[in-house]
């Protein structure tokens, strides 16, 4: 798969500094190796793939163990914010983090938005 990170980069950056309450988004393999994001100086990027792949995977087994189906989304909520892990294809999902500010209907919202802009680009 030929995957422009710039641009996917590019797309990511928009995002964050468009959308209020946006602290971070990033775009990795379901391996958890990092693809594109645009996260605050402080985090590192490869954790932060690393992490968003082991939620993901204990997503799924969740979702299978208790018969939910497939994972649409998952969503964290602590003292600081959200992350939200969102499917971006088969290959791929969409980590967004946002502060305890943000309005979760134009969150998702937003991501959905955003989505529309990635997803073909990992086909």
């Known amino acids: 798969m030929a995957i422009n990170s ?3 980069g590019y797309i990511l950056h928009n995002f964050v500094t468009s ?3 946006i602290q971070g988004a990033a775009v990795v393999t379901t391996d958890g190796l990092p ?3 645009s996260l605050p100086g402080e985090m590192d990027e490869e954790r932060v793939s ?6 993901l995977s204990l997503g799924e087994r ?3 163990e208790l018969a939910r189906g497939d994972i649409d989304r998952i ?3 602590g003292k600081e914010g959200f992350s939200v892990l969102t499917s971006c294809g088969e290959e ?3 980590l967004v983090l946002a502060s305890k500010a943000a309005k979760q ?3 998702m919202l937003e991501i959905k938005r955003t989505l529309a802009e990635l997803k073909p680009m990992l086909l």
């Not at 690393?50 to 939620?55: D, F, L, N, V």
């Open 6 to 8: 710039q641009k996917l």
């Open 19 to 21: 959308t209020a309450d």
């Open 35 to 37: 693809l594109a994001s």
């Open 50 to 55: 690393a992490m968003s792949a082991a939620m």
């Open 62 to 64: 969740i979702g299978s």
């Open 75 to 77: 969503y964290v909520e």
């Open 92 to 94: 791929a999902v969409f």
């Open 105 to 107: 209907g134009v969150l």
